[in-house]
């Protein structure tokens, strides 16, 4: 079955820690997103890449980081330097700007 | 630029209808609903696009007012399925990106 899967579904990092989050979707879709989910203000966009080897910053790319080395992939990893990561992190893949395809989402706790 | 939604929260009996507003300051592109429940991933529901035509998904359907850059989603005769919280996300003319309201929490009662 074709779909978007993120792993772990649950993340604890201490204070300091970078952690990856990994994203994979078999969809063959070319566009991928992560966005942060916090309690009453939706979802925000934290980078998207519309084409392997290429992406662009969101509205709240500070603290994290991305690569798209495979068309199938592209991990999320939240740095030192966001100050507050504790949130939902969802992942998404789209052909274009059409209907978007969610994962499970990973569930970040800084310790 | 992120798109206003109103309400904030609704409640409904089963079988009661609702609507549920979005509306942008920017010319818009392209209109997408989703709809989440609560710790799961959202799902999409309809997208509505520039010049194009009312959509439906079941008893729930959707319009793009151009002119007042607005979307509705209107929930007729409401299902215990259809609590959750409903996100409108916004596409600006010339733009990749997809913003989201910051969503409209329906809980559907017996």
């Known amino acids: 079955d074709g779909g978007i899967t993120q792993s772990p579904k649950y993340l604890f990092r201490k204070e300091g820690q970078n952690v990856t989050l990994s994203c994979e979707q078999n969809l063959n879709h070319d566009a991928m997103y992560w966005y942060r989910q916090d309690p009453g203000q939706g979802l925000r966009l934290i980078y998207y890449?519309?084409?392997?080897?290429?992406?662009q910053k969101g509205d709240i790319a500070e603290g994290y980081s991305v690569s798209r080395e495979k068309k199938e992939s592209f991990p999320l990893t939240v740095t030192s330097a966001q100050k507050n990561p504790t949130a939902f992190y969802l992942c998404a893949s789209s052909i274009g700007n059409n209907e978007q395809f969610f994962g499970p989402g990973t569930r970040l706790t800084v310790l | 630029q992120q798109p206003v939604q109103s309400p904030q929260a609704v409640i409904l009996r089963e079988g009661e209808d609702a609507v549920i507003n979005c509306s942008s300051s920017k010319a818009l592109y392209s209109v997408h609903w989703y709809r989440q429940k609560h710790g799961e991933a959202p799902v999409f529901l309809m997208i509505l696009l520039k010049g194009g035509e009312q959509m439906r998904h079941e008893k729930i359907s959707a319009s793009f007012n151009e002119k007042k850059q607005q979307s509705s989603l209107y929930l007729t005769a409401s299902q215990l399925s259809y609590s959750g919280t409903y996100f409108c996300g916004t596409v600006q003319g010339g733009s990749e990106k997809l913003v989201f309201g910051k969503g409209t929490k329906l809980t559907v009662n017996p």
């Open positions: 890449s519309q084409i392997v080897n290429d992406f």
